[in-house]
Nanobody
Framework: QEQLVESGGGLVQAGESLRLACVWS??????????VAWFHQAPGKDREFVAY????????HYADSVQGRFTISRDNARKSGYLQMDNLKPEDTGVYFC?????????????????WGQGTQVTVSS
């Protein structure tokens, strides 16, 4: 079964760090050719763009709210994407989703991503 699987979420205090991982498994999808993105869904809100990374590792792009605090990366040999989250804030709380391969080229939009993970919960206490 083709799927993305996220891990690394948890409960932390404000100012601490977490590293999320997203691993592709199954199927013939060429992970190394796909844009990978992370989205955040806060309680009661829509899923919002966090960051994306192009197939060769650059360029990357971040939402203003996480610029300078989060770092997106990937390891194509391991078919994995990562989101290093530093200096976490309570407003970063929510479910984080990994997505791959956008067929429309609008990488900040959740529309068009063909593959999604199930999400991993991040809770930041103040």
């Amino acid at each position: 079964q083709e799927q993305l699987v996220e891990s690394g979420g948890g409960l932390v205090q404000a100012g601490e760090s977490l590293r999320l991982a997203c691993v592709w498994s199954g199927g013939t999808f060429a992970f190394s050719t796909a844009t990978v993105a992370w989205f955040h869904q806060a309680p009661g809100k829509d899923r919002e763009f966090v960051a994306y990374i192009q197939p060769k590792g650059a360029p990357t792009h971040y939402a203003d709210s996480v610029q300078g605090r989060f770092t997106i990366s990937r390891d194509n040999a391991r078919k994995s994407g990562y989101l290093q989250m530093d200096n976490l804030k309570p407003e970063d709380t929510g479910v984080y989703f990994c997505a791959a391969r956008n067929k429309y080229g609008r990488y900040e939009s959740r529309e068009g991503y063909e593959f999604w993970g199930q999400g991993t919960q991040v809770t930041v206490s103040s």
